[in-house]
C-alpha cells in the first residue's frame, strides 16, 4: 500500500474532483461514513453517548458528517466546535448546517470546567481538530483539550489522524490527541505509520473512499508500506553453494559478538554458505560458538583489527562469493578503515556496508557513489547524521527527505535503522517497515540484520527485494522472540535464535502474516 505526504494527498483529492467527478462533498460523505462504521464495528452507537470535536477546516465537517451518522442510528451525540463556524466553508459548511437543522446540540467551547463534565459523561470521544494540515504547534485552549481528551480515559476515535500530529513527519506537535482508533482517507500519511504518530493513532484503518486505484497506485507516490516479497520455492536438490556464498569481513579485538552474529545470521536465516574474515586472534573463539561458519583468518594491526595488508587476499577471496558484507566491529584503527575504502572501491560484487564500514566511507562518499555493483548501507541516525553532516534531530525530524536525497546522491539502498524501518532506493522509492518491536534496541540487532538481508538474496530474491524481505524477516524474529519472551530482556542472540521460526512461519504463512499489513493497517 502507498503512503502519501499531505501535498500528494491534496493532488489526489484535486484529481478525484476534476478528472472522475467526485465531489468534495462525496468525498466527505465517504470520509465520515468511513469513521462511523468503524464505531459501530468496534464500539457500538445505539444508546451510547459520544462527544465530537470538530475544527473549522475539513476535518471538522468529516466530524459533522460522523455525528449525523451517530444520531441516525440512535445514538447520543453532541458537537463542539473550535473556532468561529464563519471559518465553514464548502462541503464543511454544509455538513454543519445540516447538522444545525438536526436535534443535535452544537456548542461553542466556553470553559475546561464545562467541558469536563461532559467527557466524563460520555462513552467516545471524536476527534475532528485538526487533520493532517497542521503546520504550528498547538497551544493555548487547543492543547489544553487534547490534555483532557487524553486524561479522560474514555475511547477516542481520530479523523484521518490524531490532532497534534504532523502529517508528514509523524512527529508531536506541542500536544497531540492519543487516539485508540484511527481512520485515515485516501492512503494513510506518513505521519499515520512513523513514530511517534503511528503508536498515536491506535488501531490504524484506511478507506479509500471511493478513489479509484488508478490514483492511489499512481507510481508518483514513491512511499510504500513494506509488504514483503514471498519467497522463490526452495530447490530441493539445492547444495550450500546455491543458497548464497557470502563472505562477511568483520570482527576486532573485543568485538567478537559482531562478527559472529552477522555471519551465523545469515545462515540462520536460510543462506548456504557463511565466510568469516576475521582476526586471527579472535577467530577460535567464534568458532568454538559456531562451527558452521568457514573462517578466514586475517593479519592484524597492533590494536587487534583487519589489517590493510589483507587487501589482496580478501579481494581474490570476494571473486569466490555471490556478496560481500562489511563492517560489523571492524573497529576505527587507521589501517582497517582504509582497508575498507580500498576494498569498497574494488570489489565487483554487490557489497553491504554496516557498522564501522560506514564510518571509514562518510569522508569518501565519491567511493560508494562509483560502484558499478549494487551497494547496500544500514546505518541507525548517528550513523546517518555522520553520513549527511545534519544532527540526529534534524534527521529525525525530515527522514523521508533526508533519506530520498542521499540514497539518490549515493547510488546506494539505504536502511535507516530504528523503530519503522525505513528502506530506501536510488530512485526514491521508500519501504516503511512494520515488523518489529522495542525489544529490539539492543546491541548486535543491526548484525543480526546484515545476515538477514545476505540469506534473502542467497534465497534467490533480487538484491532489492532482498534487503526489504530480509527487514521484514528480522523483525518478524524479534516478533516471535518477543511473543515467547516479553519485550524487556531480548537479546540479539534470542533474535538470531528465532530466524528459523521467522523463515518457516513466512514460507507456510505468508498470506495471514501480510493480511492487514502485518496487523498494522485496517482497509474499510
Known amino acids: 500500500m502507498k503512503v502519501s505526504r499531505v501535498e ?12 472522475f467527478g467526485i465531489t468534495q462533498e462525496l468525498l466527505m460523505e465517504n470520509a465520515g461514513q468511513a469513521a462511523y462504521f468503524v464505531m459501530l464495528k468496534e464500539l457500538g452507537v445505539r444508546h451510547r453517548k459520544f462527544v465530537v470535536f470538530c475544527g473549522t477546516g475539513n476535518n471538522g465537517g468529516d466530524g459533522f458528517v460522523v455525528a449525523r451518522k451517530i444520531h441516525s442510528m440512535g445514538g447520543e451525540v453532541e458537537v463542539y466546535v473550535l473556532g468561529d463556524v464563519k471559518n465553514f466553508h ?11 437543522m438536526l436535534p443535535i446540540e452544537i456548542r461553542n467551547i466556553e470553559s475546561l470546567e464545562s467541558l469536563k463534565s461532559e467527557i466524563l459523561h460520555c462513552d467516545v470521544v471524536v476527534d475532528a481538530i485538526f487533520g493532517t494540515g497542521l503546520k504550528r504547534k ?3 485552549l487547543h492543547k489544553d483539550i487534547i490534555q483532557l481528551i487524553n486524561q479522560s480515559g474514555k475511547k477516542v476515535v481520530s479523523i484521518d489522524i490524531p490532532s497534534g500530529i504532523n502529517g508528514n513527519t509523524g512527529k508531536v506537535m506541542g500536544a497531540a490527541v492519543k487516539s485508540d482508533y484511527t481512520v485515515s482517507y485516501g492512503l494513510p500519511k506518513i505521519g499515520n505509520v512513523l513514530y511517534p504518530g503511528f503508536e498515536n493513532c491506535g488501531k490504524l484503518y484506511v478507506s479509500h473512499i471511493s478513489f479509484p486505484p488508478s490514483l492511489y497506485n499512481r507510481d508518483s507516490i514513491k512511499i510504500e508500506v513494506n509488504i514483503p516479497i514471498r519467497f522463490p520455492e526452495r530447490d530441493r536438490n539445492a547444495h550450500k553453494g546455491d543458497l548464497g556464498d557470502v563472505l562477511f569481513i568483520a570482527g576486532a579485538r573485543s568485538y567478537f559478538g559482531a562478527p559472529y552474529f552477522s555471519a551465523m545470521s545469515f545462515l540462520k536465516a536460510g543462506g548456504g554458505y557463511s565466510r568469516l574474515a576475521a582476526p586471527s586472534s579472535i577467530t577460535p573463539y567464534i568458532a568454538s560458538k559456531a562451527s558452521e561458519i568457514v573462517f578466514v583468518p586475517q593479519e592484524e594491526t597492533s590494536s587487534g583489527s583487519i589489517a590493510l595488508k589483507n587487501i589482496d ?10 556478496m560481500v558484507v562489511m563492517g560489523p566491529g571492524l573497529s576505527l ?12 572501491k574494488d570489489i565487483k560484487k554487490p557489497l553491504l556496508i554496516d557498522g564501522d564500514g560506514i564510518t571509514a566511507l562518510v569522508r569518501t562518499p565519491e567511493i560508494m557513489m562509483e560502484r558499478r555493483e549494487p551497494t547496500v548501507i544500514t546505518p541507525h541516525l548517528g550513523e546517518m547524521s555522520r553520513i549527511t553532516g545534519l544532527s540526529v534531530e534534524e534527521i529525525d525530524e525530515n527522514k523521508i527527505d533526508v533519506l530520498q536525497e542521499q540514497a539518490k546522491k549515493l547510488n546506494s539502498i539505504i536502511v535507516l535503522k530504528g523503530a519503522h524501518s525505513l528502506t530506501c532506493y536510488p ?6 517497515n512494520m515488523s518489529g518491536n522495542s525489544g529490539m534496541a539492543t546491541a548486535g540487532s543491526g548484525d543480526v540484520l546484515t545476515g538477514a538481508i545476505a540469506a534473502m538474496f542467497g534465497l534467490g530474491l533480487s538484491l532489492e ?5 530480509g527487514v521484514f524477516i528480522h523483525g518478524l524474529s524479534g516478533d516471535l522472540a518477543a511473543s515467547a519472551k516479553g519485550e ?3 537479546t540479539a542472540q534470542d533474535i538470531l535464535d528465532f530466524l528459523p521460526s521467522a523463515v518457516k512461519a513466512y514460507r507456510e504463512e505468508y498470506d495471514k502474516i501480510v493480511k492487514d499489513f502485518y496487523n498494522s493497517i485496517f482497509i474499510i
Open 313 to 322: 587476499r580478501l579481494l581474490e577471496l570476494s571473486e569466490l562469493v555471490n
Open 465 to 469: 527485494d532482498a534487503v526489504r524481505t
Open 8 to 19: 500528494e494527498m491534496r493532488n489526489l483529492d484535486n484529481s478525484a474532483i476534476k478528472n
Open 138 to 140: 498547538v497551544e493555548g
Open 333 to 344: 584503527n587507521d589501517g582497517t578503515q582504509e582497508l575498507v575504502r580500498c576494498l569498497t
Open 90 to 100: 464548502g462541503a464543511a459548511k454544509q455538513n454543519y448546517e445540516i447538522v444545525s
Open 488 to 490: 524487556d530482556g531480548i
Open 427 to 432: 530512485d526514491e522509492r521508500i519501504f516503511i
